[in-house]
C-alpha cells in the first residue's frame, strides 16, 4: 500500500547505543521531515530534507544525523544515544516546500533509552 | 516568539454536540497555511484540515470546519456533531512559504495540542 512507514515501532536501548530509525514513503514525495514529541514540547522538527542529498537542520539536531541517497528513504541515526532522547519520533513527508501542502505523518516510532 | 497558540489544554463535550478548538498563530510571512491534525491514542498524526492564508473561504471537510479570521490571526476548528471516536489530541499548525535561503524551509510548526474528550 502506499504511503509512509516508519520502523521500528518501539526499540529499547541503552544509553551510547548507535540506533537508526527508518522511514520509508512510497509517493515519492521531495520533502520529508523528522520530528520528535515530548510532553510540554509538542513536536520539535530535528532535520528535513528536500530532495536525494539535500538534508539540512531543524530546531533540535544535535545528536543526530540523516541521510538520504534515495528519495523515497530518510533514515534517523542516534549515534551515541542518551536519557533525553527518549521520545516518540516522527516521519512525514511533502510533494513540495509550500505552504499549501500538508505532511503526511507515519505511525512513529517509540524510543525509550535506559 | 510562540508562533501557534492552543489555549485550551483539554477540551470535553457531549456526544452530537458542537465543539470549538481554538487556535492563534503568528506570522509576518504573507503567504501561509494553517493545518489541523488529529492523534488519537493509537499516536499516529491523521491529517484534517487545511487553510491557506489567501483563501477567502472557510475551510470545510465532513464534520470538520475552519473559523479562519486572518485579522485576528485565528485558526479555530469547528468539530460538529461529536462523535466519541472524536477523542484525541488535536494540534494545529503552520506552515510558513518556502523561503530559499531563509530558514522556514517549509516546516510546520505545531502548537502544544487540545486533549478532546467526548462524553456519551
Known amino acids: 500500500d502506499a504511503g509512509i512507514t516508519q520502523s521500528p515501532r518501539y526499540k529499547i536501548t541503552e544509553t551510547g547505543r548507535q540506533v537508526t530509525l527508518m522511514c520509508h514513503q512510497t509517493?515519492?514525495?521531495?520533502?520529508m521531515f523528522w520530528y520528535r514529541q515530548d510532553l510540554g514540547h509538542g513536536l520539535r522538527l530535528i532535520y528535513y530534507?528536500?530532495?536525494?542529498?539535500?538534508?539540512d537542520k531543524g530546531e533540535v539536531p544535535d545528536g543526530y544525523v540523516v541521510s538520504r541517497s534515495k528519495t523515497e528513504n530518510f533514515p534517523l541515526t542516534l549515534e551515541s544515544a542518551t536519557r533525553s532522547q527518549t521520545s516518540v519520533y516522527f516521519c512525514?513527508?511533502?510533494?513540495?516546500?509550500?505552504?499549501?501542502?500538508?505532511?503526511?505523518f507515519g505511525d512513529g516510532t517509540r524510543l525509550s533509552i535506559l | 516568539a510562540q508562533k501557534i497558540t492552543q489555549t485550551q489544554p483539554g477540551m470535553f463535550v457531549q456526544e452530537k454536540e458542537a465543539v470549538t478548538l481554538d487556535c492563534t498563530y503568528d506570522?509576518?510571512?504573507?503567504?501561509?497555511?494553517l493545518f489541523w491534525y488529529k492523534q488519537p491514542s493509537s499516536g499516529e498524526m491523521i491529517f484534517l484540515i487545511y487553510?491557506?492564508?489567501?483563501?477567502?473561504q472557510n475551510a470545510t471537510e465532513g464534520r470538520y470546519s475552519l473559523n479562519f479570521q486572518k485579522a485576528r490571526k485565528s485558526a479555530n476548528l469547528v468539530i460538529s456533531a461529536s462523535q466519541l471516536g472524536d477523542s484525541a489530541m488535536y494540534f494545529c499548525?503552520?506552515?510558513?512559504?518556502?523561503?530559499?535561503?531563509?530558514?522556514?524551509?517549509?516546516?510546520?510548526?505545531f502548537g502544544q495540542g487540545t486533549i478532546l474528550t467526548v462524553h456519551p
Open positions: 487553510q491557506g492564508s489567501y483563501d477567502q
Open positions: 530534507s528536500a530532495a536525494a542529498d539535500i538534508t
Open positions: 506570522t509576518s510571512d504573507p503567504s501561509y497555511g
Open positions: 512525514a513527508s511533502s510533494g513540495s516546500g509550500n505552504s499549501n501542502q500538508p505532511q503526511h
Open positions: 509517493w515519492s514525495h521531495s520533502y
Open positions: 499548525a503552520m506552515r510558513e512559504g518556502y523561503n530559499a535561503g531563509g530558514t522556514s524551509y517549509g516546516k510546520l510548526t
